[in-house]
């Protein structure tokens, strides 16, 4: 059999013109971007600067607002706890569905006096806006909500959270590191203060990503790595300047495919649902069809566990859940949130699709996955 890549959520492949962007900047062009004393210098400060104009024009933000990372993670790590050691006496409102790398930073603010405030969402994966507006006080500093999950791909109502926010004087903060290769988002017009962001979900390379802070937001923050005053001050360290020119070119492919790239694959994961829901009983899928991410098919099994199908697909790269959390024995806590039991939790699969990914792929892993389950079920009769 051939092997199969349905785990786009966990990283997608460099594009070849990401690549053949990149590797001029490790050989000939191989200057650092911050000596501005000779032309190595300038050459690579200017390739820098056209990649962070791309990264925000993919997001509806200026080119000055973009402030380069490692990657997401730490691109949300600078956002909560700059934001939060900046102000006298913060106060964040999250969800309880969000990643790791924004509910861990919080449960460290937290044990640190910061006040914390978790929101639930419903079984659809939406956050409640009512509950969530109770949550958000005239004394909140920030909220921070992903514009899509990474596990169930439901996109949540920023514009509207949005407003929320900025009622209160508090500032939104979202992680788009899965939303923004597929979905408009734009910054400005839809009211989000800070972005975090990340190449390697949309083409590019992996170990940078971004923090865009609007500088209109007039968002206050005290700098996580300090040494050189690189990045606006927020983020010192030499910059990864073949990784950064990836990221821009994966950015302006994704600005200009997106409008076609997105149906497409929304059709291609309605015909895999359509697939396993017609030959297969007793399956569901987790969170809200709409909105949710074109590319993001989350299904339950009843009466299986999604690492026994990880396990039986053989040649077939899919997830249970989130990559970060694969060597973890517990049920994911999105599913849980959700309102499963563990047993329901532990029976999903998450598909991820490219897009290179094909309707003949699409059929080859339906037929795949619907014996296997067959199978699985009838030795447990």
Not at 88 to 99: A, G, L, W, Y
Request: proline share 4%.
């Amino acid at each position: 059999m051939s092997r199969l890549y349905f785990d786009a959520h966990a990283t997608t492949p460099c594009d070849r013109l990401v690549v053949e962007a990149m590797l001029p900047l490790f050989t000939s062009r191989f200057g650092n971007a911050a000596s501005l004393q000779h032309a190595y210098g300038w050459e690579a400060q200017q390739a820098v600067e056209s990649a962070r104009q791309h990264v925000a024009d993919l997001v509806g933000a200026r080119l000055r607002d973009v402030i380069f990372t490692s990657g997401a993670t730490e691109a949300n790590n600078l956002a909560l706890c700059g934001v939060a050691e900046a102000a006298s006496t913060p106060h964040i409102v999250t969800v309880v569905t969000e990643h790791p790398a924004v509910l861990e930073p919080c449960a460290h603010l937290e044990s640190q006096g910061v006040r914390v405030t978790r929101v639930a969402v419903g079984h659809d994966g939406l956050v409640d806006l009512g509950e969530l507006s109770d949550a958000i006080t005239p004394g909140t500093t920030l909220v921070s909500v992903m514009a899509a999950n990474n596990e169930i791909g439901v996109l949540q109502p920023l514009a509207e959270i949005a407003r929320l926010a900025h009622a209160a004087g508090a500032w939104l903060h979202t992680d788009a590191s899965q939303a923004a290769g597929l979905t408009a988002i734009d910054m400005a017009g839809m009211g989000i203060d800070l972005l975090s962001c990340t190449a390697h979900k949309m083409y590019g390379p992996q170990g940078v990503g971004a923090l865009v802070v609007r500088r209109a937001s007039k968002v206050a923050m005290a700098p996580r790595q300090r040494g050189g005053g690189h990045e606006r001050g927020l983020r010192s360290g030499t910059l990864n300047v073949p990784g950064i020119v990836g990221f821009g070119e994966a950015a302006r492919l994704a600005a200009s495919r997106r409008g076609t790239d997105a149906p497409r694959l929304a059709a291609l994961r309605d015909r895999l649902w359509t697939a396993l829901r017609e030959a297969l009983p007793d399956v569901h899928m987790r969170g809200a069809a709409r909105p949710r991410l074109p590319h993001n098919l989350n299904v339950g099994f009843d009466g299986l566990s999604g690492r026994d199908l990880v396990l039986g697909l053989t040649d077939v790269a899919v997830s249970p859940g989130a990559a970060c959390a694969s060597t973890s024995a517990a049920p994911s806590h999105v599913l849980m949130a959700l309102g499963l039991s563990e047993a329901e939790a532990r029976s999903s699969l998450r598909f991820g699709l490219l897009r290179t990914t094909s309707e003949a792929e699409v059929d080859d892993l339906a037929g795949r996955v619907i014996p296997l389950v067959a199978a699985l079920r009838s030795r447990k009769v």
